[in-house]
């Protein structure tokens, strides 16, 4: 069965130095989300791609967060600078078509640790 | 907040008894969508219900949906040590293009 690949798993950063987390949706996924999951809360969504295009980034902190998808298949998230606040399970999504419809398909996560 | 709030918080029960979850929203949605999620693992998809449903199935899962009051739940029936987990439900409003809204969710645990 077709998977949603995150890596890497955990990520322990000091705080001001820059991170990356990578994504590979499920092969033909055209819509692909990036989500940050606090311990005991629901996930956020940070951005969301259709294809190559960024359709919802109003809840990305785009003055220290980048995302992107440039052949509209895999994704880089990227944090630079780290803060402490930043520590927090980062979740990758995709899903078929865009649409609320769909259902999404979740990888393990990057579990990340600021110090 | 727009996003869908579970309740209770936490539920722990004994193996075979049934699970209710609920979820309440504020605003009109197009559908809703329940997870689960095991301890630091992803999300799975349970079972979406649009906004003309009322039940739907899905082996022991029941969801409801009721408009009127504006709240979803969940039940899990003959429940067993493995439906242990996170329970989240997601809202996608009308306004969105395919954003889903997720609760802070129910912990659910079931003791052997």
């Known amino acids: 069965e077709a998977e949603v690949a995150q890596s890497p798993r955990y990520k322990i950063t000091e705080k001001s130095q820059a991170v990356a987390f990578w994504c590979d949706p499920i092969?033909?996924?055209?819509?692909l989300y990036w989500y940050r999951q606090i311990l005991g809360q629901g996930p956020e969504l940070l951005v969301q791609f259709q294809d190559e295009s960024v359709v919802d980034d109003s809840q990305l902190p785009k003055d220290r967060f980048s995302a992107e998808r440039l052949k509209g298949v895999d994704s880089t998230l990227k944090i630079q600078p780290a803060e402490l606040g930043d520590s927090a399970m980062y979740l990758c999504a995709s899903s078929p078509r865009q649409g609320s419809s769909y259902e999404q398909y979740f990888g393990p996560g990057t579990r990340l640790t600021v110090t | 907040s727009q996003q869908g709030e579970e309740d209770p918080q936490a539920l722990s029960i004994q193996e075979g008894e049934n699970a209710t979850m609920n979820c309440s929203y504020k605003?009109?949605?197009?559908?809703l969508q329940w997870y689960r999620q095991n301890s630091g693992r992803g999300l799975v998809h349970l079972i979406l219900?649009?906004?003309?449903?009322r039940e739907k199935h899905s082996g022991r899962l029941r969801v409801t949906l009721d408009t009127s009051k504006k709240s979803s739940s969940l039940l899990i029936t003959a429940s067993r040590a493995a439906d242990t987990a996170s329970y989240f439900c997601a809202t996608s409003y009308n306004t969105n293009a395919g954003k889903s809204t997720f609760g802070d969710g129910t912990t659910l645990t079931v003791k052997p």
């Open positions: 605003t009109s949605i197009n559908n």
């Open positions: 219900i649009r906004s003309n449903e």
């Open positions: 092969s033909g996924h055209a819509t």
